[in-house]
Nanobody, 125 residues
Framework: QVQLVESGGGLVQAGGSLRLSCAAS????????MAWFRQALGKEREFVAA????????YYADSVKGRFAISRDNAKDTVHLQMNSLKPEDTAIYYC??????????????????WGQGTQVTVSS
């Protein structure tokens, strides 16, 4: 079992930046692939980014590629999402997720066993 707690959300103007953090506890952090998903009001949850258990490989949704960067600090059991050039369409609740099933589909929410409570990101135009 792993517990996840997100932080860093807030209100920002279009073109601005935010950095989300997710603190993990309860299990061996390096055994998990970590990811960020988001869910906008009235829409389904969608994949944003993921990072391999060792931190050396990253994956991004096309909509955020070149603007967002995911990273992890295995010494501190944390994962971050640096979000730059934010757009109003990035407005959503952002969720941190973890999975020990490293051979399952990276971008599928069903792959991830553990979820944080979410943090709101609002981008004003």
């Amino acid at each position: 079992q792993v517990q996840l707690v997100e932080s860093g959300g807030g209100l920002v103007q279009a073109g601005g930046s935010l950095r989300l953090s997710c603190a993990a506890s309860g299990s061996t952090f390096t055994g998990y692939r970590m990811a960020w998903f988001r869910q906008a009001l009235g829409k389904e949850r969608e994949f944003v980014a993921a990072v391999s258990s060792g931190g050396g490989v990253t994956y991004y949704a096309d909509s955020v590629k070149g603007r967002f960067a995911i990273s992890r600090d295995n010494a501190k059991d944390t994962v971050h999402l640096q979000m730059n050039s934010l757009k109003p369409e990035d407005t959503a609740i952002y969720y941190c997720a973890a999975t020990p099933r490293l051979n399952r589909a990276i971008m599928a929410s069903a792959t991830y066993n553990y979820w944080g409570q979410g943090t709101q990101v609002t981008v004003s135009s």
